[in-house]
């Protein structure tokens, strides 16, 4: 897509995570691997546009999982909070604000956009270090951007499973304690809480730069 912006636009990208598996796309134009994202339209929230995205390039209808604040009064629309944000260069004269999600499938199957993509596939963290060719837009010209992002996803996950496992194992002894904070299953929300052990999933995608062409 044609940027929308003179100096900067603002894209969105999607960490789609299934079984311990990412989906990624190769980008015809650019020549990478990538997740699922793109521009972020003129008459488009950053939700909107992810929903969009997942569906014009992987055929999936998607949820986003984060956190969603309360709204402050009559006509306030509280969006789900990315789990990352960046700007970055993409030519000399022109930026991108990158938007972050992590998500899961909903419904669909995936599906190659060919006009956009030459690959459409699920990778885990193994499978994303041996993409040929590698992912773009790290100084080293390895794949950071994409495993890194990849991992914090997984690492959420997987967190979120060991969570509920016990949290299930709670309410069978006499209920879970109360309070928390509101994660947002694709629009709805429930109660959550944070406390747990092991690697800090934000920890991870701090080091993560956002794709989208």
């Known amino acids: 897509m044609p940027h929308i912006h003179e100096k900067i636009d603002f894209t969105v990208s999607l960490f789609i995570v299934q079984e311990g598996k990412a989906l990624v796309i190769h980008h ?8 699922i994202g793109g521009h972020i ?4 929230d ?11 390039e992987s055929g999936l209808e998607i949820e986003l999982i984060g956190e969603r604040q309360p709204t402050t009064g009559p006509g306030t629309r509280a969006l789900i909070r990315p789990r990352f944000l960046d700007i970055h260069r993409v030519s000399p004269t022109h930026e991108h604000i990158g938007i972050i999600y992590w998500a899961r499938p909903k419904s669909g ?11 459409i596939r699920w990778c885990d963290e193994a499978d994303l270090k041996k993409l040929d060719p590698p992912m773009g837009r790290d100084s080293g010209g ?7 992002g990849a ?7 997987r967190f979120r499973q060991k969570q509920g496992d016990q949290g299930s194992r709670k309410e069978k002894k006499g209920g879970v304690k109360k309070g928390g904070t509101k994660i947002a299953h694709g629009g709805k929300e429930s109660k959550k809480n944070h406390a747990g052990g092991g690697e800090n999933p934000a920890k991870v995608i701090a080091k993560a730069r956002p794709g989208g062409a």
């Open 28 to 35: 015809k134009k650019l020549g990478q691997w990538l997740p």
């Open 151 to 157: 991992k914090g996803a997984f690492l959420f996950f």
């Open 46 to 56: 950053p939700e909107q546009a992810a929903y969009r995205e997942a569906r014009e």
């Open 109 to 119: 199957k995936v599906t190659l956009a060919p006009g956009e993509h030459h690959d």
């Open 142 to 148: 390895g794949c950071g951007f994409l495993v890194d």
């Open 41 to 44: 339209e003129l008459d488009e």
